[in-house]
């Protein structure tokens, strides 16, 4: 839908999710299969902020960022996933102006917080592998209470800026986003003004929340395995790698459906690659909130 402005210009007011509109076929099977992962997803996480919450043991450094992990994933998948689902069961999905700004700041918000805290939870392994007698002093609770709060704060600031940037932009038509949620790439695809100021800050935040981070936990790791490998009984090593055996395959398949989709130019962008990327990411999550139920998650 569009209407006019006092310049006489056409702006857009509602944008259409195209989704997976080109394979109706597969919309029993796709509304089935997001339908199941959001709910597993979704329950999985509130039982971990529960018993996290509600277990004394539990009440340590690694489980305190899984907490925050699990609240990041419900604000991240809630705010995609009902349009998402909406979509598969409508001949068209339409999404308000300001229904596609709000998504786009919670999607980037969580999704910006997720990786910080995969990197912050990693320095918790290094922390406890590498220095196990001064751990408690590492990550005292004052410390940690600071890292999840600057977490919270540097990525709602990162989100609220690349909302502000996407809102000062014009879209005049067409208005057809070429996938099930709003995200930064299509939309700026769509717009009939500059968007020069809007890649740059998407290559520094891609540069930042994927390539720095993940290097960041690449240099966490090194370290654990170089300690790993100098313990001398094979049971402290097992017991050593089962503290951050969990860790270790959620950062992969994160990174994995990130690097994919996003750490690209905007000019480059797949509308394909895009849709495969964010179901990957969709994934991930029941997998995040499975893992705890059949790993010992991470000893503290």
Not at 196 to 199: A, E, F, G, L, P
């Given at each position: 839908m569009v209407s006019r402005t006092m310049s006489n210009q056409t702006m857009v007011t509602e944008f259409i999710l195209q989704g997976f509109s080109e394979h109706p076929e597969h919309h029993v099977l796709l509304f089935?299969?997001?339908?199941?992962?959001?709910?597993?997803?979704?329950?999985g996480n509130v039982l971990i902020i529960l018993t996290i919450s509600f277990n004394p043991g539990l009440h340590t450094p690694m489980y305190f960022?899984?907490?925050?992990?699990?609240t990041m994933d419900i604000i991240c998948t809630s705010s995609i996933m009902p349009k998402a689902l909406e979509g598969l069961v409508s001949e068209?999905?339409?999404?308000?102006?300001?229904?596609?700004?709000?998504q786009l700041y919670f999607l980037i918000w969580s999704a910006s917080s997720e990786l910080l805290l995969l990197t912050v939870m990693a320095y918790d392994r290094y922390a406890a592998i590498c220095h196990p007698l001064h751990y408690r002093t590492m990550m005292s609770k004052a410390f940690c209470s600071m890292l999840a709060t600057g977490v919270w704060v540097l990525c709602a600031s990162n989100a609220a800026?690349?909302?502000g940037l996407m809102l000062r932009l014009n879209f005049c038509g067409p208005n057809v986003i070429t996938h099930f949620f709003c995200e930064a790439p299509p939309l700026l695809l769509l717009s009939c003004s500059s968007t020069?100021?809007?890649?740059v800050m998407i290559v520094l935040a891609d540069a930042f929340y994927g390539i720095l981070n993940f290097l960041m936990t690449l240099v966490?790791?090194?370290f654990i395995i170089s300690s790993?490998?100098?313990m001398r009984t094979s049971e402290g090593k097992?017991?050593?790698?089962?503290?951050?055996s969990s860790h270790l395959i959620v950062v992969c398949m994160y990174y994995t459906s990130v690097f994919y989709a996003y750490i690209s130019p905007v000019s480059s962008y797949s509308a394909e690659k895009s849709k495969v990327a964010g179901v990957l990411y969709t994934i991930n999550k029941e997998v995040k909130a499975a893992l705890p139920k059949f790993f010992p998650f991470f000893r503290s």
């Open positions: 089935s299969c997001f339908l199941s992962l959001y709910s597993v997803a979704l329950t960022f899984l907490s925050n992990l699990a068209r999905s339409f999404i308000s102006y300001g229904g596609c700004m709000a800026i690349h909302t020069y100021v809007n890649s966490s790791y090194g790993i490998l100098k097992q017991k050593a790698f089962s503290t951050c």
